[in-house]
T-cell receptor, first 110, second 110 residues
């Protein structure tokens, strides 16, 4: 089944403790991206990747890192999480402009 | 930068009433997509519009792309409880950048 898999689904952490949210897709898509969703603000792009080893900043990249060592994986790294990064995160992949989203990761930073 | 505004932010309708959400971009778009996010779920692709003035229908849903390719609308005829969710537009502008609207949350009262 074609899908984008994100883990974990829920994560509670404390300020400053490094964390990684994983994202994997099985559709051989070249394009992958990360979004955060906050009430009233919609979906804002954090980082995107056009292909392996090619990544670029989206609209809200501060405090986040990504890597794209393999085509299928695109992890999101928070080196030193802060409370303002509490949000719902979505990974997506696409061929063309149609985006396929993962199930989301609800992150709370205390 | 490219901005995409969506109105209204919330809409409550009685089951059977019609519903419309509007999307406006600060820049000309090459295409626009619409997504639906059910409560607790992830955004799911509905449709893509590419041509100026394009109108597409999916059962009770009608999508329009403005003549100037800067605005779009989604109209639902005779809403049902299954239409509940948040509807997002996503516009593709320069450099293939995709910007999501802020979303319209639809509540349908039985």
């Amino acid at each position: 089944e074609a899908q984008v898999t994100q883990n974990p689904r829920y994560l509670i952490t404390v300020t400053g403790k490094k964390l990684t949210v994983t994202c994997s897709q099985n559709m051989n898509h070249e394009y992958m991206s990360w979004y955060r969703q906050d009430p009233g603000l919609g979906l804002r792009q954090i980082y995107y990747s056009m292909n392996v080893e090619v990544t670029d900043k989206g609209d809200v990249p501060e405090g986040y890192k990504v890597s794209r060592k393999e085509k299928r994986n695109f992890p999101l790294i928070l080196e030193s999480p802060s409370p303002n990064q509490t949000s719902l995160y979505f990974c997506a992949s696409s061929f063309g402009e149609k985006l396929f989203f993962g199930s989301g990761t609800q992150l709370s930073v205390l | 930068g490219q901005q995409v505004m969506q109105i209204p932010q919330y809409q409550h309708v009685q089951e059977g009433e019609d519903f419309t959400t509007y999307c406006n971009s600060s820049t000309t778009l090459s295409n626009i997509q619409w997504y639906k996010q059910r409560p607790g779920g992830h955004p799911v692709f509905l449709i893509q519009l590419v041509k100026s003035g394009e109108v597409k229908k999916q059962k009770r849903l009608t999508f329009q792309f403005g003549e100037a390719k800067k605005n779009s609308s989604l109209h639902i005829t005779a809403t049902q409880t299954t239409d509940v969710g948040t509807y997002f537009c996503a516009g593709t502008g320069g450099y293939q950048k995709v910007t999501f609207g802020t979303g319209t949350k639809l509540q349908v009262i039985p």
